[in-house]
């Protein structure tokens, strides 16, 4: 690499929360022991299972964590927006591999370094360490939340094709609901709190806004995989 590229990918790394307070001069020296990869959209760039000998990060652009079932099937488990690094929960079990297939949502720049390079700064750099510890952890915290929302999947998935039939009726992302939250629940067979869960957790998430019996649709993706995952 050129050392003006070198330098702009330092410069967002910066941004990253595993480089927060981190000297830029060491980061300097970890971009130059790496490779880049460059992406157009809709490139798989790991596929799930994949070993995962490196540490991945994103540098520019965006991606989407999926997984996809044996008919074909996808759902997005995760919206990756750069900077930020890849698969940090996984990369040092005892057989790590991708967990997810990893896929450009637009055009996009990866660093590659060897794990074991990454290592040895990890071990000379306390605040590296500190943060990328951390870093694990908030994707520990994720990863649980998302098997939360998972394990709601037959209830998010009779919202979600709720959402998208009134969404196809409409032509629009905002659309209003035909019927109240009490009717909605007996005619998806469950309980009122248990699908006002569903629409609060899917808010959290940023799929949806709510405001009374009107719901704007933010992440239409994300509403039509899970829609129409079996």
Known sequence: MKNEEVERIAHSLLQCACFESVNSQLIIELVRLGHTEHYE?????????????????????????????????????????????????????????????????????????????????????ETLLKNFLQYISNSFEFVTDRFYEITMKNLVQKVCAYLCQLMDQANDVVVTMDMTKEELAREFGATRPALSRVFTELEKLGVIETEGKKVKIIDQRYVRDYAYMH
């Open 41 to 125: 959209p809709k490139e798989i760039i790991r596929t799930r299972g994949e070993e995962c000998n490196e540490t991945l990060f994103l540098v520019d652009g965006e991606a989407f964590g999926l997984f996809t079932n044996p008919d074909g099937r996808v759902l997005q488990i995760d919206h990756m927006f750069a900077p930020k690094l890849l698969a940090s929960a996984t990369m040092f079990s005892s057989h790590s591999k991708y967990p997810v297939d990893v896929e450009s949502a637009s055009e996009s720049l990866f660093l590659s370094i060897p794990k074991e390079q990454f290592i040895k700064f990890l071990m000379k750099d």
